[in-house]
């Protein structure tokens, strides 16, 4: 489910909008993000372990905040910027691995069985996206993963819209070029 | 300027999303996505980032909502009740304080020795005569020294019991 599914479930009747969150809401917003939350700390942190427990820190803290939000997408945007909020505490602290060193092994471990080409699909952008900065990562996960605006993605990352266009215009040449598009325009 | 976005983004990129790209795009737009630098990036980076997203949200094994609801309440819970104890902590080492500096001021009222002494200090110290005080000073700290060193103690130790009370919690 993307942020743009998410703007037309909003046209269903959500009576938790705009009040302080209950547990059978809880436990249905859960479901609709957790695994799009996981996949993303997953991409932009590198790391597995910590992916599972930056997701459990960033829903309790979504929790704890007992914030109202006005739309299931401004609810949706404070979470993700929680998230990227703890992404960030936990880079500072040392806890995520150096871009440069990431191969993204922890994160395309699949279970045995799987399609074959489907793991080489996950690898080769897993392998790709090593080479971006954290914040390219983000920012690109979630224009492309998650088919968030300019404004939305802005809001998530803390940075001005206006300055969104060009440094999400310059990661997008990077990866697109790290992707086998342009090899020469690759600059990791 | 070099352009850093082309008005038939959106498009390229709703195809993607959309599972659009590329059998059931209009000729028109794929042609521009086949000429646009801008666009053709947008449906490359999308459609690898699609499909891995598809792949790893699949694969995605999170913790069930009930337990990550239960948890989270029982840390809130926990954390609630940090933070009541918290100012009874910073109380009872004021009242501890309070208490030490009573007995000092009772020790000092009732003590005449205390009393007398003071006030020839206090004499001396207007004289500025600094030369008397020095015998005196002397014979006070070998008689009293347990006593002096205890107060000092005490000056160090409730700050520092205080800080640490209010650094625990």
Not at chain 1, 68 to 78: K, M, Y
Not at chain 2, 62 to 83: C, M, S
Not at chain 2, 125 to 137: M, R, T, W
Request: proline fraction near 4%.
């Amino acid at each position: 489910m993307t942020y743009t599914d998410i703007r037309s479930d909003c046209t269903l009747e959500d009576a938790s909008v705009g009040s302080v969150m209950e547990e059978d809401t809880f436990r249905a917003f859960y479901e609709r993000t957790a695994r799009g939350l996981w996949v993303y700390l997953a991409r932009v942190t590198g790391d597995r372990q910590l992916a599972d427990d930056l997701l459990q820190e960033t829903f309790y803290r979504f929790l704890r905040a007992a914030a109202t939000h006005d739309s299931e997408a401004h609810r949706r945007n404070s979470l993700y910027r929680v998230a990227t909020n703890l992404v960030r505490d936990a880079r500072r602290r040392g806890l995520t691995r150096a871009h440069a060193s990431l191969t993204g092994d922890d994160i395309e471990r699949l279970p045995s069985g799987v399609d074959a080409a489907a793991t080489e699909r996950v690898t080769d952008v897993t392998r790709a996206m090593s080479h971006l900065k954290p914040r390219e990562r983000a920012m690109l996960w979630l224009a492309y993963a998650e088919g968030a605006s300019h404004r939305e993605i802005a809001d998530v990352l803390g940075l001005r819209p206006a300055s969104l266009k060009p440094m999400l215009f310059r990661a997008r040449r990077k990866l697109a070029a790290l992707l086998g598009r342009a090899p020469d325009e690759a600059k990791p | 300027m070099k352009p850093v976005e082309c008005r038939f983004e959106a498009e390229a990129l709703s195809a993607v999303l959309q599972s659009r790209w590329p059998q059931r795009v209009d000729a028109p737009l794929r042609a521009h996505i086949a000429a646009c630098a801008i666009c053709s990036d947008v449906v490359a980076v999308a459609s690898a980032i699609d499909d891995a997203r598809d792949e790893m949200r699949a694969r995605a094994v999170v913790p069930d909502p009930g337990r990550v609801w239960w948890l989270a309440q029982l840390r809130a819970r926990r954390e609630a009740a940090k933070a009541v104890g918290h100012p009874i902590t910073v109380v009872q080492a004021i009242a501890f304080a309070c208490a030490v500096g009573l007995l000092a001021v009772c020790f000092g009222a009732s003590s005449t020795w205390l009393q007398s002494e003071l006030s020839w200090t206090t004499a001396a110290v207007a004289e500025f005569k600094i030369q008397p005080l020095l015998p005196s000073a002397k014979a006070l700290i070998a008689e009293h020294s347990a006593l002096l060193l205890a107060m000092a103690a005490l000056l160090f130790l409730v700050p520092a019991a205080v800080y640490l009370a209010v650094l625990r919690d």
